[in-house]
């Protein structure tokens, strides 16, 4: 695997939805696990949504029941769908993609929920 890239973000209001995707390139059949991180002002980054390759999938208790993640294999994308948003979903997201230990992240996207 060479890197992760995601793309998506944006302002919305709450109740309003966005979606995000992450590719990964270069050795993708080495890829262990695929998904989306945030990071808020002054908190450490944490686990929004990945999916764990042949074993499913692991949300934040947070994102359960608003958000979906998905996997294109075709396009070695994964894509997170959000709705319901809220204002305490304002973050940095950032992609990130897991081969052979190491972890490879995307730049980071904002995403800000607020009317």
């Known amino acids: 695997l060479r890197s992760a890239a995601g793309v998506g973000g944006g302002l919305v209001q709450p109740g309003g939805s966005l979606r995000l995707s992450c590719a990964a390139s270069?050795?993708?059949?080495?890829?262990?696990?695929m998904g989306w991180y945030r990071q808020a002002p002054g908190k450490q980054r944490e686990l929004v949504a990945a999916i764990i390759i042949g074993a499913g999938t692991n949300y934040a208790e947070s994102a359960k029941g608003r958000f979906t993640i998905s996997k294109d294999n075709a396009k070695n994308t994964v894509t997170l769908q959000m709705n319901s948003l809220k204002p305490e979903d304002t973050a940095v997201y950032y992609c990130?993609?897991?081969?052979?230990?190491?972890?490879?992240w995307g730049k980071g996207t904002q995403v800000t929920v607020s009317s």
């Open positions: 270069g050795s993708i059949f080495s890829i262990n696990s």
């Open positions: 990130n993609a897991q081969s052979k230990g190491t972890s490879y």
